[in-house]
């Protein structure tokens, strides 16, 4: 029998899970997707994207817009953004949008977008005639008719005028960063941000009655004392929301509190506490967990329609995405591609404007990005699984790969053997210790050449 394993021997792997338990920060990445940014490159020669999604199957795709613009730029915050753009440029960016949409739709040929969703930066950031022509743009050009669509707010931009806009244009699940209900925390965390507009932002979005709301929020920074941390949580959960994300800090490379921290040293506190205080108490106001960060109603709660459920239909694991704008990614099953990617705000700057001065047949080419092949595949299948606290599923994954699991990834076992993961004939599902330490983990199944991509990444 043929077995292709990965590369990585099981040494290997055993080796580099010790180093990463004995190093003292144990938050190294936030893994959420495979392969990181950082670890994509030149594409030479360009891929054609005509060919490049005429094999894929494009019946449920997910469609995202980015929206790379905010009013601030927080401390924390490395997001392909840009604070108080000129707004001669935000106007090129959404006639560059239409021109992508429409060649997109020219090569793609017939799709079925699934699921819609507006990130950023601060997709409100645009005004409601400038949102409106986005999802004109989506509906004419992309044929965009489904009905969960995801938008991310601002506590200063979810006003009333925007939000019926977006409630109009049929949005199910509005996500507003809160990030901490806590004055000094805020600070902290180089957020600036007022108590008046987090009350009027979320009774705004409650008067529209969406299907779903998430509310963003942030813990681990020095000045975030415990009961600081309970005030929010408590806080945040008696909006009731459907889904709270709890975001460890990570502090950056370029951005405020990195260079803060170049300067004090160590600004983060101990946030395995803090996960499990959050956890715990999520679990206990009747939430259930899905991963590291993520916390839901569970579905038979009034408000939540199943299809709202995260992830419901749309299976990370099968279906493409599309992304518009330059900092959107997309991907099909064997290339991920985007635009350059940027922390520093000139930089930013100068990406955004050499969208807007793309030709057509720039939208007609991937020339950044990373190319997955079979073991690759293989890493974000089951990298993806143990994110999550469903794991993946043994069958799924013979019938994608034609080997069991274990075969290709033996050193999984020492997973099992540190307590993270259970093994069962059907399933590897992480264990409460395997969730709380999700990034490490994810870290640690990038494939060798991940690794290198992204020790190779040039912080500018
Ligand atoms: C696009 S923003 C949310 C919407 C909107 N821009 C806002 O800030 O209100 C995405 C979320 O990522 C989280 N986030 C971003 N950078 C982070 C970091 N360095 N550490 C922890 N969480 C972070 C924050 O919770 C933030 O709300
Ligand atoms: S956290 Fe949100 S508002 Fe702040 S800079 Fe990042 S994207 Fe913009």
Known sequence: ?????DPNTATDAETRLQQLLEQQDDYLNYVYSYPHKTAYRE???????SQAWANEVKQQLFLYVHVPFCE????YCNLFTLSRPPEALVAQYLDTLQRQARISADWLGKARFEQLAFGGGTPTYLTPVQLERVF????????????????????????VERLALLKQQQVSRISIGIESFVDHDLKALGRPQ?????????HNIRQQDFDCLNIDLIYGNHQQSAQDWQDTLQRAVAWQPQEIFVYPLYVRPLTGLGKRASRLGEITSDRHLAYRQARDYLLQQGYQQLSMRQFVKPKSEPGLAASNQPGQSYR????????????ARSYTSQLHYSGHYA??????????????NSSDDDFRVARYGFELDANEQRHRFVLLGLLQCDGLSRAHYRQRFGEDVLQHFPQLLLLQQQGWIEISTQQLRPTAAGIEQADLIGHWLFSDRVRERMQGWDWQ
């Open 1 to 5: 029998m043929n077995v292709q394993t």
């Open 43 to 49: 594409l030479s020669p360009a891929v054609d994207l």
């Open 72 to 75: 601030m730029r927080c401390g």
């Open 136 to 159: 004109d743009i989506l509906r004419t050009e992309l044929n965009w008719q489904g009905t969960q669509a995801s938008v991310e707010v601002s506590p200063a931009t979810a006003t």
């Open 194 to 202: 007022q108590h008046s507009q987090v009350e009027q932002a979320l």
């Open 316 to 327: 990370c694991q099968e279906d493409g995405m599309i992304g518009l704008g330059p900092g």
């Open 343 to 356: 922390v520093a705000q000139p930089q930013i700057q100068q990406l955004i404007e050499d969208y807007v």
